[in-house]
């Protein structure tokens, strides 16, 4: 069903705005009018942010800067489990989130997948048409729900499963916000330095003559000094092609696989990255197989979904020898990526047939260690940052005294 964009005026005369679906601007306008909205512009919205053509052309600047969060995708997956779980049918809960959406491209987003339902698609083959939105992961747990006949039941357990994903990549981001704020500063004082107070000692002492004279680790300032004044703009060229190059380099097969190895056998986030790739795995592989997804079907799509590309093919590797009929804990064992007390409550669960429960046990654990870890990590990081930039501004200064205390005793 089209989505249309409206301007116009409410009962109480205030100008107002919004998006409505209906299956014509004449029906929308009739669907607005019941609410009491008199239109005065109504056209039908794309997904482009771009209207017109030529000079005409209209940019929504403000759609560019809009997005879809996992946070949005976590809000609208408990709504439509509410609304399921309530025997609302899907076309109807649809039609609801996309009344309460606040973001246009998702009301977008929503409204397209209601009218693929209308048409008779399955919710999850709908969804899947937005990969940017809905991933890989997400549509096979709605289609093995929407077999299962247990749809409001996978939704209430994706919800809470994308809402520990999100909750852990907040983590990782305040664990970081300090340390960036802390170059950032220590930054700031050493442009500072370089550009208003080493130009003005070193022109001091050239005027003396004695600039042959100064020390060793005056000179290094002041050649960092010429640097970062004189030649800054080869800094951000070097940072950039650093950067392109290695973006290359990961962007390959081998590359990315170097990569993540050394991720994962790094000094002190070595750890951290196995820990968050395990728990990654644990966690979806528990809620897909708590799902209804098959055993392989669920570790072709953890396989894409864990983030690393040596536990990937460790995972591949234990999919290939589970279709040769060995069980899920001996070949994750043999690869040597994942730890011991993994592997051993794999196999516990598989002789029990509680792999699911054992699963999520372990998630759980090692979620907590990564709260643990992150926490530990986050009170070292302060410090050693602020001993950092306390030790470079310490340098800079003495090479700034120690040259100034010569000349005091020339001048005695």
């Known amino acids: 069903m089209p989505v249309y964009e409206y301007s116009g005026l409410d009962g109480a005369g205030k100008a107002t705005r919004?998006?409505?679906?209906?299956?014509?601007?004449?029906?929308?306008?009739?669907?607005?009018r019941r609410t009491g909205v008199f239109v005065t512009d109504i056209r039908e919205q794309v997904a482009r942010a771009t209207r017109g053509t030529g000079l005409n052309v209209?940019?929504?600047?403000?759609?560019?800067?809009?997005?879809?969060?996992?946070?949005?995708?976590?809000?609208l997956t408990t709504q439509l489990s509410t609304l399921i779980g309530a025997h609302v049918p899907i076309a109807d809960g649809l039609s609801a989130l996309v009344d309460q959406a606040d973001k246009e491209k998702l009301k977008v987003v929503l409204s397209q997948i209601k009218e693929r339902v209308n048409e008779g698609m399955p919710l999850a083959d709908a969804m899947a048409v937005h990969p940017h939105v809905f991933d890989e992961l997400?549509?096979?747990?709605?289609?093995?729900?929407?077999?299962?006949?247990?749809?409001?039941?996978?939704?209430?357990?994706?919800?809470?499963?994308?809402?520990?994903r999100v909750r852990l990549q907040g983590q990782v981001r305040s664990a970081l916000a300090y340390p960036l704020l802390m170059t950032i500063m220590g930054s700031m004082i050493l442009l500072g330095l370089f550009n208003f107070v080493i130009p003005r000692v070193r022109g001091m002492f050239a005027s003396m003559g004695g600039e042959e004279t100064l020390p060793l680790i005056t000179k290094v300032v002041f050649f960092l000094g010429d640097l970062f004044t004189g030649w800054w703009w080869v800094i951000p060229i070097f940072l950039g092609l650093g950067t392109l190059g290695f973006r290359r380099w990961v962007a390959t097969e081998g590359g990315r696989f170097?990569?993540?190895?050394?991720?994962?056998?790094?000094?002190?986030v070595g750890h951290l990255?196995?820990?968050?790739?395990?728990?990654?795995?644990?966690?979806?592989?528990?809620?897909?197989?708590?799902?209804?997804?098959?055993?392989?079907?669920?570790?072709?799509?953890v396989e894409g979904?864990?983030?690393?590309?040596?536990?990937?093919?460790?995972?591949?590797?234990?999919?290939?020898n589970i279709q040769e009929g060995q069980s899920v804990a001996a070949p994750l064992k043999a690869s040597g990526e994942f730890p011991p007390l993994v592997t051993h409550m794999i196999a516990i669960g598989e002789r029990t047939g509680e792999l699911e429960k054992m699963?999520?046990?372990v998630a759980d654990s090692y979620e907590e260690q990564v709260e643990a870890s992150i926490g530990a990590i986050t009170?070292?990081?302060?410090?050693?940052?602020?001993?950092?930039?306390?030790?470079?501004?310490?340098l800079v200064a003495l090479g700034l005294l120690l040259p100034m205390t010569q000349l005091s005793q020339m001048i005695r």
Do not use: H, W
Not at 306 to 320: D, F, H, L, P, Y
């Open 18 to 32: 919004g998006v409505v679906d209906a299956e014509s601007s004449k029906a929308a306008r009739a669907r607005l």
């Open 58 to 75: 209209e940019i929504d600047f403000k759609r560019y800067l809009q997005f879809i969060t996992t946070r949005d995708v976590s809000t």
């Open 138 to 164: 997400y549509v096979q747990m709605v289609r093995a729900g929407e077999k299962s006949g247990a749809l409001s039941a996978v939704l209430v357990r994706l919800a809470k499963f994308i809402d520990s």
């Open 258 to 268: 170097r990569f993540d190895g050394f991720k994962l056998r790094a000094p002190i």
């Open 273 to 301: 990255n196995r820990l968050i790739a395990v728990a990654r795995f644990c966690r979806t592989l528990s809620t897909l197989l708590l799902s209804g997804v098959p055993i392989l079907g669920a570790l072709a799509i």
């Open 305 to 320: 979904t864990v983030g690393n590309k040596v536990i990937a093919k460790a995972i591949r590797e234990a999919a290939v």
């Open 359 to 361: 699963l999520t046990v």
């Open 379 to 394: 009170s070292l990081l302060a410090p050693l940052m602020i001993m950092i930039m306390g030790g470079i501004v310490f």
